[in-house]
């Protein structure tokens, strides 16, 4: 009886394993590569050395902020 459980799992054993050998020969892709051209939108990104130009417009005025005062006609509120 031991013998029949023993050869059954090795028998198990041997067919899961061709067919993960099979599996694992089918499935071979090429490898994915990038292509080697440069978006025309990250030129600059690659070309330009140097810091670029900073979008915060820094000959602006400063503001000083400070809260606004609460409408004393709310309603809701308690008085």
């Keep these: 009886m031991e013998l029949l459980l023993i050869l059954g799992a090795v028998l198990a054993c041997t067919v ?21 051209e440069l978006d025309e ?12 130009r900073s979008p ?3 000959s602006a005025e400063v503001l000083d ?6 409408a004393s006609g709310r309603s809701g509120e308690k008085a």
């Design 65 to 70: 902020v400070e809260p606004i005062p609460p």
């Design 16 to 36: 899961v394993g061709v067919i993960a050998v099979r599996m694992a020969a089918q499935s071979r892709r090429p490898p994915l590569r990038l292509d080697n």
């Design 41 to 52: 939108r990250d030129e600059d990104l690659v070309t330009r050395v140097g810091p670029s």
């Design 56 to 58: 915060i417009d820094r």
